[in-house]
């Protein structure tokens, strides 16, 4: 085929919500740690290294089609290298390198072994959301009235819904609250009402909203249960760990009722929760009855921001999504197999695959370094024009997202976009890289079994073994 372009809790929770105790144990980017500093690694040969500039962000669609290919020889001796870094890396690596133009295989080891991926795997979600979701769809969130006075607060999985007026240029904050009861008051009051009930109605999703996920991970900021509403992901504070909400669509619907307040319109009594009529009722209710209806960003945006940001809890979301789209429960089972399906959809090979959740936050989710490998190929494919909403949104070395602190002073800077994997016992990278002679590559690496508190060291063997990629001027 054609190719063009992750103590105690106790102790966690005072230390800045955990943060800075995640910082130390390296389980989340920052500059702290208490793990052995690695020895620094020989000198590379030199390239030049882009500047921090929006047009970097280009480089990929300007490569020539003609450009040189490493060496299969050459590539594999990298890998072997690689592999061969246990003190850091542990002895479960899983890794394939493939050239990003003709799909040729340069270099594998354990690519076909069913390894943990960590958030690599939020890959997957991305392509089958981008090949089965509307790219004009949206998440609603509706008020509707029931009798002559009770609303209801409905949602689709808008968790990043503000808690004021909405920003039309923004993902996270695209829709307001403020901007939802401004339309609810001004129907209300044009019938006279003064005074309502309010209920929340989370019928659209089902199942536990933890799925397989610890429920300290939400006191630590990793995910916030998965909702139907939500202000800021759930989040008790600024700041992209801060603690979660237990029940965010809850405190989103306390936040609405302050917003009625305002405008004029007084909530009886407390948000209680109940379903409008029946099970997504709401969220087709059309008429009279539908007092005010707020939308996210675009599916392709939402896509961009959880892989740019590995946000755990919007990439549930789109799971759930995709999961309702093919008339499945809205729920962690019904993604997971809407995802697996919808990748056999695309030609992956999914005999191996075996998922938890949508994000990779669950430990118990498997895959292999070739399927992920065989999402790399689909999204630079020149057939896949759909694909490169999922290529736009990788962090870039050096410059942005979850890679916006690696890469650094190294030759990959602003060469290479790739998605982060981290849990306790893995790191994964993977993604493309463009070499010293202008050949985009796709890569996959996964370690899951790497040694206890050594995230540090596992994450600078693999960005040592890209950048290495990036001198590849080994045709």
Known sequence: MSKAVGGTVAAALVLASGYFWADLHDLVPGVLTIAPETPDPKPFPTVNVPEARPEVAQVLSALPAGAPIPTAAHVSELVKELT????????????????????????????????????????????????QLDPN??????????????????????????????????????????????????????????????????????????????????????????????????????????????????????????????????????????????????????????????????????????????????????????????????????????????????????????????????ESSYVTARSIDQVLELMVSSDSTNMIDAVNGLPIGGLSGTLNDRFIERNGRGLLRAKTGSLPEVTALAGTVVTIDNRLLTFTVIADKIPKGGQWGARKAVDTFVEKLTECGCS
């Open 84 to 131: 061969g870094n246990t003190d850091h890396l542990g002895k479960s690596v899983a890794v394939i390198v493939t050239d990003g133009i003709t799909g040729e295989v340069l270099g594998e080891s354990s690519a076909d072994k069913a390894v943990i991926p960590a958030s690599v795997q939020k890959l997957f979600t991305a392509v089958v959301a981008l090949d």
């Open 137 to 362: 769809q949206t998440l609603r969130t509706r008020v509707v009235l029931s009798g002559t006075n009770t609303l209801y607060l409905a949602g689709e999985g808008d968790m990043m819904l503000s808690a004021k007026k909405g920003d039309p240029d923004a993902t996270n904050g695209h829709a307001g609250l403020q901007d939802l009861a401004e339309q609810v008051a001004a129907k209300l009051k044009l019938a006279g009402i003064e005074e309502v009930n309010l209920k929340l109605d989370e019928s659209a999703f089902r199942g536990n909203p933890l799925g397989p996920w610890d429920e300290d991970l939400v006191p630590l900021g990793y995910a916030a249960p998965v909702s139907v509403v939500a202000v800021d992901t759930g989040r008790r504070s600024e700041g992209n760990y801060a603690p979660r909400y237990t029940d965010p669509a809850l405190e989103a619907a306390k936040s609405f009722a302050a917003r009625l307040k305002e405008q004029g319109i007084a909530v009886k009594g407390a948000v209680s929760k109940g379903v409008y009529e029946s099970a997504g009722a709401a969220l087709n209710a059309t008429g009279d009855n539908l007092l005010g209806e707020v939308n996210s960003a675009p599916i392709p945006q939402i896509v961009q921001y959880f892989l740019k940001s590995s946000d755990n809890t919007i990439t549930e979301i789109i799971g759930h999504t995709i999961a309702r789209d093919r008339g499945l429960p809205a729920s962690f089972s019904g993604s997971t197999t809407a995802v697996v399906q919808g990748l056999g959809k695309l030609g992956i090979d999914t005999s191996k695959i075996k998922l938890v959740d949508c994000s990779g936050l669950g």
